[in-house]
């Protein structure tokens, strides 16, 4: 049957109608917030590029703590700001490091959080690669493995539930699987950034890490004109013993996350990452567009693709305005 029989209208009449056919829904269930902490104390500042989202101390995490529970939010990824950089990114795997630190303040606040954190070498290292440079000044997958063994047992010692390795090298699910099953870390899961693209979009966040990168990272990380590859990846790190799978960027990647959604049974992450955020708080406030009708559909579109978590800088604003 078709018009006029069929009107596809009448189920759009009013909102509790339209709320009651929708096919998805956002929720705070759905959000991670990815926070960044420094040395010192008493800081909460401003990160120029990317607006309402600060560098804090661990000494004020409690402020944060207490906005991330009461917004209902389950779960944080940690990104520490190291206070001195060497080749071998030390303080990712010192006990006493900044994101260590972290960790044990946010699981003394608020033991119920699931805390995640980042494990890359990219701001600990003078370069601002994701490893152990060769002579030639390339990344030596290799070596670089060991680095990420040491920082996700190190990680999971002080108290996280999820360590998330972002440096695209190969065999990094397998390497740190074997370190936290050997360090009797058997229930601590992974987050694998398997699809992470040389993007564009990344540029407010490296100021935010204090990267200090030159060139680029387009020997490691994906070549955006690929889908293929992107399945690849994220199969191989499925046989690896991966427990979630992320897409990194989130918006101008929704085929790679359906894609992924049809071959691949573990939960996808999505990464709504800096130059997205960015974006659209600079049109918001151009007032180009409503910024928070346009987050919120940007979130859902993600949602719809296949993603079961989202990683946004907007996940307090947006736990404010679903309730």
């Not at 152990?132 to 999971?156: C, R």
């Not at 929704?254 to 071959?263: A, F, M």
């Not at 708080?281 to 987050?295: H, N, Q, R, W």
Request: net charge negative; aromatic share 8%; charged share 25%.
């Amino acid at each position: 049957m078709s018009f006029p029989i069929t009107r596809p209208r009448r189920l759009r009449r009013s909102q509790a109608l339209r709320d009651m056919v929708a096919e998805f829904s956002l929720s705070t269930d759905d959000l991670m917030y990815p926070i960044f902490v420094v040395h010192g104390s008493k800081v909460k500042k401003e990160i120029p590029s990317m607006p309402n989202q600060y560098h804090w101390s661990v000494d004020r995490l409690d402020e944060l703590v207490e906005q991330v529970v009461q917004a209902d939010i389950k779960s944080l990824m940690i990104f520490g700001v190291p206070k001195t950089k060497d080749l071998l990114s030390t303080e990712n795997y010192d006990a006493n490091g900044i994101t260590q630190q972290a960790i044990r303040k946010i699981k003394e606040l608020a033991p119920e959080l699931v805390v995640a954190t980042d494990v890359c070498m990219c701001s600990f290292t003078p370069h601002g690669h994701c490893g152990i440079l060769n002579e030639n000044e390339s990344v030596d997958n290799d070596k670089t493995l060991e680095i990420l063994q040491k920082t996700a047992v190190s990680h999971a010692q002080a108290g996280a539930d999820i360590v998330a390795p972002s440096g695209m090298m190969d065999g990094m699910i397998i390497a740190m699987r074997e370190a936290l099953d050997s360090a009797n870390f058997q229930d601590i899961a992974i987050m694998s950034y398997s699809v992470k693209y040389a993007s564009a979009y990344y540029g407010p966040f490296r100021s935010a890490c204090d990267s200090s990168l030159k060139g680029d990272r387009k020997t490691y990380q994906m070549d955006y004109r690929n889908k293929k590859e992107a399945i690849r990846e994220a199969i191989e790190d499925v046989e690896q013993g991966a427990d979630f799978i992320m897409v990194k960027p989130a918006l101008s990647y929704l085929d790679i996350i359906n894609e992924l959604s049809h071959v691949i049974d573990l939960p996808i992450a999505a990464y709504h990452v800096s130059g997205e955020y960015a974006m659209i708080k600079a049109a918001s406030k151009a007032g180009l567009v409503d910024e928070k009708a346009i987050t919120i559909e940007t979130l859902t579109s993600m949602k719809r693709a296949g993603a079961k978590v989202i990683l946004t800088y907007t996940a307090l604003d947006v736990a404010g305005w679903l309730k």
